[in-house]
C-alpha cells in the first residue's frame, strides 16, 4: 500500500504521553483536517441522531469526521451497490469524511457469536454475519474514506479466559492481513486508509503483541477495541493503553473506540489517545438529560477546576448515582448532566447552560425542555442533541487549550 | 340596550384586519391579506397544528424557513400540561416555544369529541376526567376562554358545544343552540379584545334549517372572524360540502372564513373555491411520522419496499429541504436507524400544503383559478372517471366544470 495520506503532525507531546496535534490529510482528496485530542461526529447511517442538515448546521466547529458503523449499513448493501455512488452521495453527505466502524458503540452486541472466520452485526433486520470477503465487498459499496478493518472484539467480559483473549488477537491479525489483501487488490479502495485495531482483553502481555504485531502491517492508524465504559476500570484503562501506546508508532493516530464520558476522556488522553467516537451526547440526549458540566478553566493558573454545577450536585436526594457509572452499564445518568424530567425544571426559565451559545440555549428555556420531555415530544430529542453535541465540542476544545497550555492537570473533576 | 358582549366589541379596536387583494370571478375563492398582531398572514392559508406548543420534531426555524406565517396550539392539551399559569409566566405560548408569527389556539371543544370517553357535557361546559391523574375538570366557556388569553394567541376559538358529524336528531339542535349562548359568554370573557381576536364557530350539524339558524344568529354578533365547525369528522363528502357552501354563503364578506379540520389536498382546493380562507388539520404531520409523504399526484409510502432503490428525490419539482439533498432510497434506509427519518417527512409535508396554498393563492390574484383546478385535479387523478364526484358537484356549484 502506497504510503498513507493521513498525517498526524503532533504540536506537543506532554509528559511523554498526551498529545496535541491536527491530523491532516483527510478524504480523497485530502483536504480534511481534525485537531487531536479530538472526537468523531456519531451517526446513524450518516445522519446525526435527531438532526436534519438544518439543524445539525447550527453547530459550529462540527467534527470533520463521520463515523458510520456497518451495523447501520450492512443490511443495505444490495442498495449501495445498486447506487454505485458511494455511502456519503447516498445520505447525502457533501462536505465531510466518512469512517467506517464495524460497531455502535451505543449499541451493546451480544456476545457469542464471533466464529474463526465471522463476526456479526445487528442491523434493523437481525444479525447480519460477516466474513472478511463480505466486510470488504461492503466496504467497496461504502466507499468511505476510511475503515477500521474487521476484527474480534467480542472480548470486554471481565472474565474472559487468557485462551479467548489470545484468540482474538489472533484472529484480529488474520483478519486485517485479509483486509489488507483485498484492500491493495481494488480499484474501489484506491485512497481509502484502513485502522488496523487493537485487541487483548484486559491482559497486558496480549495487548503489547497485539499493537506489536498491528503495528507492523501498513495501517494508517490504529482503533483500541476492548476498553469500552463499564468493561473496566480507569486505572487498568490507563495502564493498558499506556502499555499500548509504547508499542506503537508515535506519528499515527490512535481511536479509543466506547469511551465517552469526559472523565474517561481525560484519562485516555493523558494515556495517549487521540481520537474518541463522538456517541455520549447521543445517550444523554436519549435518557432527557443535558450536558451542563463546567469546563472552564479559569483565570487563576492554580486552582482551575472542572466542577459540577452547585445546584446539580444535590441530586443524590432523587437517587441518582453521583458520578460513578455500575458495572457494564452505559445508560445510567452520570454527574456531568441534569435530568430535565425533573419536576424542579417545569418553571425554570434559564437556558440550559447559561452561556452556551447553541440553537438550544439561544432560543429555549430549561421549562420548555422540561414540557417537551414530560408530554414525549419529538423536538426534545432534537434540542437536547443540539446542545450536547455543542457542549461536547466545546469540551474537546477546552481539553486541547489546557494541553497547549500545560493546564491538563488541572482540568479535572472535583 | 346592548349586551355587554355586544358593547365590549364595538368600543375596542380589532387586532384583525382583512384586505381582500383578488376575488375569483367564477367561483366564490379569495385571496387575502390577514393582518394579525406577531404578522400579515396571505390567505388561503393552511395552517400546521401544534398541538403542545411544537410542531413534532421541527424547530420554530425551520417553520419560519418554511414560510409558516401562522400555526395552531390548543388549549385542552397546554391547558392540562403545561397549565396557563406556567405559560403566563413564559412570556405567553409565543414566548413559551419561542414562535414570533401566529398562533391560533383551538379552545378544547373539539376534544369533547375526540375524546368523548372522558367528557360530559351539561349548560355549564364540558367536564372531562384527565388522563393524566385522574382528575375531573371542568372546561366551561369562561375557563376556556381565560386559558387562551393566558396562552396570548392572536386568534382563539369560542368554546363551542361539538357534536360529531354523524350524530342526528335533538343533540345537534341542542348544541347549535348552546354553542350560540356559549359564544356570548366567551365574548364576554374575553380580557384582551385588543390583542386577541375571537372567533365564532358555526355548528348545525348537517341540518341545512340549523346551519342557517346559526349562521344568522352569529353573524349578528360584532366577532373579527367565523369559523364552519361540526364538519369534517367523517361525514359523508356529498353533505359536508353543502354545509361548507351554505356557510360561506352566509358568512360576511369582509370578514375572514376558518374551516376547521381540513386538510386534504383536494379538500383544500375545493372549499377555496366554496369560499373558504383559512384551514388546518394534523394530517399533513401526523401522515409524515409514518412515512407517508405527500405529492401532486397523491401520496408515497416511502417505507414501502418498491422505494429502497428509489434514487429521486420525493418530488423532483419540490424545492423544500428534504428534497433537495435527500432520496426516497436513503429516507427508506433512514426509517429503519433514525427519527430523523420522520422529521424529513414533516418538513416536506408542510412544504408541500404551504406551495399549495401559495399557488392556489397565486391563480386567484392573476385570475386564473378555475384552470388552476383543473390542473391540479389532472395531476391528482389518473383519469377524470376517478374524480370524487362529490368534488365535481361542489365545484359545479361555483361554476367549474371539470372534463
New interface residues.
Partial sequence: MAGSRIKLELSRVVQGESRLGVLKGLGRTGQHCLEVPGCLLYS??G?????????LH?LKNIPAVTQVTLS?VA??Q??LQ??KGGFKK???LHDTVVYCSLHDPAALCPPGYTTNKTVSVW???GRIELTVAKFMAIQKTIQPDWYQSMADGETWQSNTSRKRLRKSVDRTLAHLDECLTIHQNSQDLQGVEVFGVVEGGDILEERARSARETAKRPVAGFCLDGFQTGSMDQTLRTQLIKAIAKELPEDKPRLLQGVGRPDEVLACVEAGVDLFEGFFPFQVTERGCALSFSFDISLDPERAVLELNDDETCRAGEGQPNGEVTDGDQTQMTSFEINLKDKRY??D?RPLVEGCGC?CCV???R??L???L??N???A???LMIHNTAHYIGFFSTLREALANDKLDLLKRR | MASLAQRKTLCVASPLTLRIVAECPVTKARACDLILPHSAVSTPVFMPVGTQGTLKGITVDQLDGLGCQICLGNTYHLGMRPGPDLIEKANGLHGFMNWKKNLLTDSGGFQMVSLVELSEVNEEGVKFKSPYDGKEILLSPEKSISIQNSLGSDIMMQLDDVVSSTVTGPRVEEAMHRSIRWLDRCIAANKNPDKQNLFAIIQGGLNADLRKACLDEMTQRNVPGFAIGGLSGGEEKDDFWRMVTLSTDHLPREKPRYLMGVGYAVDLVVCVALGCDMFDCVFPTRTARFGSALVPWGSLQVKHKQYAKDFQPIDPDCPCPTCKRHSRAYLHALFKSDTSAMHHITIHNIAYQLTLMRSVRQSIVDGRFPEFIRSFMKQMFPSPDQYPSWAVDALASVNVTLE
Fill in positions: 446513524h447511517l445522519t446525526v441522531p435527531h438532526l436534519t442538515q438544518d439543524t447550527t447501520s443490511e443495505h444490495e442498495v445498486e447506487f447516498f445520505a447525502g442491523g434493523s433486520g417545569h418553571d426559565f440553537y432560543n429555549h428555556q421549562a420548555y422540561h414540557h417537551l414530560v408530554t415530544e419529538l423536538l430529542g432534537v434540542l
